[in-house]
């Protein structure tokens, strides 16, 4: 039997007089209701454009934040219509509800070739919860069902899951790139392959870690989560940032690494200063030699030599977390440095996780990374081999 397959969008025959209802992921960072970062808009639009090419009318649905069920002003996709119309140059018709009989009514009279923008769906508390009656009534709007939302098929969600059991249904071409990439990063990577995480809490990246283990040639480790790898070891690293109830977990780690001869780089410098601030002048310091006041808040300059010297030879890397605290300018260089070794790495190069994405796009690196994965814990569920709900109800056995 061929192995189960993706649907895609060729599947789903003749779009012409179709309306589709397509599950995206706009879920854009916003501040004082500006969208700061537009990636999850551009990276789905290919997918719009075509359906619409090819005649169909668009009904499209996303989450935005977590409203919790409620209906929250700040959490509204009016300023994701207004951008989704520019990026698609041509109008896009927000409705103020999810379901019910105004977007019945709005959607049955929509013109051909027209494109309509439900509101938040997680306004709604059935949802999260896959009410069979909220699925129905999304179904109901449509004659078929594209999901381009990777970043939400994780979710045993009404508009990732339910909907996509009543309508024929498959893949749009941002969720079968995510699926294709990710799937040659589990199956048959270019070796070697070198993975790079980073971030604050080495706890929500463990699951990775030991599954990475499994498949990667070098793993390294920067952001606070080096910290307690240092910590587990039983180097003092002053007041950075550590889980020591994750020691144990940390310790197993390192023993299945080194059991697969797996390499495990850890920083040998870091930035540090007794507060993280955008005015603090951080001093590099040993990872040996961390001051008892201060916190380690970025790698140091030899950290970024050596990471980059795996880097230059890996065949695929994975690259999900920031170095250190970027956001602030007196640590950022450890991120950047990583970005440009990333950026100038000729093997395949795939970034995930907001913060990565959002390093590249500030260091104007994005356009030069092969794949930018717009699924942060969907694409690490994904690479840990767990299946997603919202990728099994799109796949069919092959003939
Ligand atoms: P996460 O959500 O776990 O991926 O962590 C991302 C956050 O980790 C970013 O906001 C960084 O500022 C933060 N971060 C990275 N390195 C450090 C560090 N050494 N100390 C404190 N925070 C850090």
């Known amino acids: 039997m061929a ?28 501040e004082d209701g500006r969208i700061t970062d537009d990636l999850r808009i551009t990276a789905t639009a290919p997918t719009l454009q075509e359906l619409l090419d090819a005649g169909a009318t668009l009904v499209v649905c996303s989450h935005l934040g977590r409203p919790n069920g409620k209906r929250v002003d700040a959490l509204r996709l009016d300023p994701v219509a207004a951008r989704l119309s520019e990026v ?11 379901t019910g009989t105004e977007v019945q009514r709005a959607v049955m009279s929509a013109s051909a070739g027209s494109v309509t923008l439900l509101e938040n769906l997680r306004f709604d508390p059935r949802e999260e919860a896959n009410d069979p009656e909220f699925s129905s009534d999304l179904a109901s709007l449509a004659d078929l069902y594209v ?5 939400a098929a994780h979710r045993t969600h009404a508009s990732v899951v339910g909907v996509a059991l009543r309508l024929p249904s498959a893949a749009g071409r941002l969720m079968q790139r995510e699926v294709e990439v990710l799937s040659r990063l589990r199956g048959a990577p270019d ?8 971030g604050a809490k080495v706890s929500d990246k463990l699951g990775t870690i030991t599954a990475l283990v499994e498949r990667v040639d070098a793993l390294l480790i920067g952001g606070a989560m080096a910290f307690s790898f240092l910590a587990a070891e039983g180097v003092a690293v002053g007041r950075s940032l550590v889980e020591p109830d994750r020691f144990d977990e940390v310790r197993a780690a390192r023993r299945a690494a080194n059991a697969r001869g797996v390499r495990i780089q850890l920083p040998e410098d870091v930035l540090a200063a007794p507060e993280p601030g955008a005015d603090a002048r ?9 001051p008892a006041g201060q916190m380690g808040l970025d790698i140091g300059p030899a950290t970024v030599r050596a990471f980059a010297g795996t880097i230059s030879s890996a065949g695929t890397i994975l690259w999900n977390g ?8 007196p640590f950022e260089a450890g991120t950047r440095g990583i970005a440009e070794a990333v950026a100038r790495s000729p093997g395949f190069t795939v970034v995930g996780g907001g913060d990565s994405l959002a390093a590249l796009r500030r260091f104007g690196l994005a356009g030069r990374i092969d794949h930018l994965s717009t699924g942060g814990g969907a694409s690490l569920e994904f690479l ?13 056995e092959g003939t």
């Not at 060729?10 to 995206?24: C, P």
């Not at 999901?147 to 970043?151: T, V």
């Not at 840990?384 to 069919?396: D, K, N, Q, S, Y």
């Open 282 to 290: 951080p001093n590099v310091f040993g990872v040996e030699e961390i």
């Open 322 to 329: 920031p170095m250190g605290m970027f956001e602030l300018e």
């Open 191 to 198: 070796l070697p392959f070198v993975a790079i995480l980073g």
């Open 88 to 98: 698609l140059g041509q109008p896009v018709r927000k409705l103020d509800e999810v």
């Open 3 to 30: 192995p189960a397959r993706l649907r895609t969008i060729e599947d789903l025959g003749d779009l012409a007089t179709k309306t589709v209802l397509v599950r995206a992921d706009l879920n854009v960072p916003l």
């Open 147 to 151: 999901d381009d939302a990777f970043g």
């Open 384 to 396: 840990e081999g767990r299946e997603l709900p919202g990728i099994a109800v799109l796949m069919e």
